[in-house]
């Protein structure tokens, strides 16, 4: 596996949006910047590899993980802490350690799953179905066998009636975070699978801090949305209410 660091893929764009502010704008997210410089790749996976709030910049982030398939392996890219809108923050709080978006044959989707559901798991050429234990579990090949670690499967492995149920109920159409055990989901930024990634900082912070983070982030998401909301109230009062029909399809839809 090879492991790259981006450190070029931030744009000013989405520099201006991510400052946590109330001003209703439309800015590309850093997602939308890494699917367009990934436009012409037919496969990838991005994952919201970690998550943060910078108190004294008043400022929400996000890391990224992209992993793209290559012959014989898959490439691993991890992005630098970039800067998000609270609206996206808050849109993905309980996604930390999901893929939130993945471009499967030349078709994006953006409905979060567990990493690898999209890809890797159940595709013949990593692995396949072993049974033990009375159930049915995945298991890569040996020269993929990183990805056992990569998506934390040696503590917490894929069962294949999880795989089965994301498959048949869920792709491309809704997220998908495992059964739930005591109110806690088997994926997602508050299950167990995910906290046992220690390194993030997310995790590392103390509870009282994330809990202010998403206490903070609601209510200022729902300002955002609130003022957008009237911004385009006006702004249809101003034109009128004509609408024109784009050849085009919608990009990422």
């Known amino acids: 596996m090879k492991c790259i660091k981006i450190l070029t893929i931030i744009g000013i764009a989405f520099l201006l949006s ?68 609270d609206m996206f923050f808050e849109k993905h709080i309980n996604d930390m350690g ?58 917490y492995p894929v069962h294949r009636s999880y795989y089965n149920d994301y498959r048949s109920n869920y792709y491309g159409s809704r997220g998908y975070y495992g059964p739930s055990n005591s109110g806690r989901n088997y994926y997602g930024t508050r299950s167990s699978w995910n906290q046992s990634r220690s390194s993030t900082a997310w995790n590392r912070k103390p509870s009282s801090f994330k809990d202010k983070v998403r206490s903070r982030v609601k209510q200022s998401a729902s300002t955002s949305r609130r003022n957008l909301s009237s911004k385009r109230s006006r702004s249809t009062s101003r034109y009128g209410s004509t609408s024109y029909r784009s050849r085009g399809g919608g990009f990422g839809k």
Request: hydrophobic fraction near 30%.
């Open 18 to 85: 991510g400052c946590g502010s109330s001003t209703p704008r439309y800015e590309k997210t850093p997602v939308d910047m890494l699917i367009q410089q990934l436009s012409d790749t037919r496969d990838f996976s991005i994952i919201l590899n970690d998550m943060n709030y910078d108190e004294s910049k008043s400022q929400y982030l996000h890391k990224y993980q992209i992993l793209t398939p290559r012959e014989d392996t898959v490439l691993s890219a991890v992005t630098e802490p970039l800067p998000v809108s």
């Open 98 to 155: 999901m893929e939130i978006v993945s471009k499967v044959d030349g078709k994006i989707m953006r409905k979060p799953a567990p990493p690898g559901y999209n890809h890797y798991v159940g595709n013949e050429k990593y692995g396949r179905w072993t049974q033990r234990d009375g159930g049915s579990f995945w298991e890569f090949y040996g020269k993929f066998a990183f990805m056992s670690s990569m998506f934390n499967m040696m503590s």
